[in-house]
């Protein structure tokens, strides 16, 4: 009774039944391909937990070359839980990338930017983007070796961009070298720039969610007319029972495999043999490793590699203007080639970086499985029909 009183009370001051009828009022398509929609929920429930466990980490972290590793140490030996929190926040982090990438390929294989969701892809690859830049930025922090020598390779690879590398690693390092000056920098895009983006791109892709409802996949919607259930209760409870199950994952894993620390940062050692990059960077990393040395009208190999990879960044970002036939004839099979040629180049060239196949296995599985549950939804279907 009180509760009721209470949601009375705020409901005259800001009308949450307004908002109560929106969501009463959202449907989601059912149909052969559904269970890719949960795929942005689960993105958003890991975006949530870097938020949670990244500000208990704030409490206790000090950005500075003396004292960041350090830091971490008392987080994991002297604070109650803190190695569980940094193991958490570590684990999430991938998690939260590799639900963003398969989000990112789902929609893009189902052609969900079709207009009017132009924006909604934008929004999201930039969000992409952004989690990547968040991975970059928090690798340092700990200051320890690995992440030191990591950092270097990647800002000297940032130097290799024709007429503005050179800039770009000394605005990335904050001078010449990576230094103190570089974890402070670091910090500062770690916990205030990228959050702030990422916070507002969030909330309008979220927003442009909402405006467009769920799209239909040009190929389910030739079948004629989609089944819908509802937002509230039905998809929302769906969705929570995912993030259920995600948060029982996240824990396992960051209970039974600790984030390791490594040993401390030290500029002036020598390089360890393994440094490599996070596993959502190796792809490109290990592109570069194969590119021969030499020169092509004057620009390095490596150069040219670099900005092909800027370029095909920047087309994917376009995508939804690119591809015409997609709304012209509701089919865009060279669009689809491009995509499947872009995960297959992805998850080829990570094992080969890591030198295993098992991303690969990885890979099949869940694209067969999808293909049978997809090809068993269709048949449900036909025989309600
Ligand atoms: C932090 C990253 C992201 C979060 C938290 C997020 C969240 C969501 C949520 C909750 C939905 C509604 C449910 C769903 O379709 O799964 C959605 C839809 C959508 N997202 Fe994302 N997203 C992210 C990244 C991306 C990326 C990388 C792309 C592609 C470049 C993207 C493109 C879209 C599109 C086009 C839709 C509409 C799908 C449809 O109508 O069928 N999003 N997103």
Known sequence: MKLRAVAQWLDDRIGLAGLRHVAE????????????YY???????????????????????????????????????QVSFGWLIRSIHSWSANLMIAAALAHLFTVLFLKAYRPPRELTWMTGFALLILAMGFGFSGYL???NKLAYFATRVGTDIAAQVPFIGSFMRRFLRGGDYVTGSTLSRFYGWHVAILPALSTFLLLLHLILVQRHGMSVPPSVEKEGPTRTMRFMPDFLLRDLFGWTLALAALAALAALYPWELGEK??????????????????????????????????????AILILGFGAIGTLAFLLPFLDRGVVKHGKSPVFTIL????????????????????????AVVVAGSGWIAGRGMSAKRAAER
Request: aromatic share 18%.
């Open 25 to 36: 009022k959202k449907t989601v398509p059912v149909h052969r391909h559904t269970p890719w």
């Open 39 to 77: 795929l942005g929920g689960m993105t958003l429930f890991f975006f949530i937990i870097q938020v949670m466990t990244g500000i208990l980490l704030m409490l206790y972290y000090r950005p500075s070359a003396q004292e960041a590793y350090e830091s971490v140490q008392f987080i994991l030996t």
């Open 141 to 143: 922090l700990p200051w």
């Open 265 to 302: 940062a030290d500029p002036f050692a020598s390089a360890p043999a393994n440094i490599r990059p996070e596993w959502y960077f190796m792809a490109m990393f290990q592109a570069l490793k194969f590119v021969p040395g030499g020169e092509i009208l004057g620009l390095e190999n490596e």
């Open 339 to 362: 995509g499947a040629l872009a995960l297959a180049f992805f998850v080829g060239m990570t094992a080969i970086g890591y030198k295993a196949w098992w991303p690969v296995g990885v």
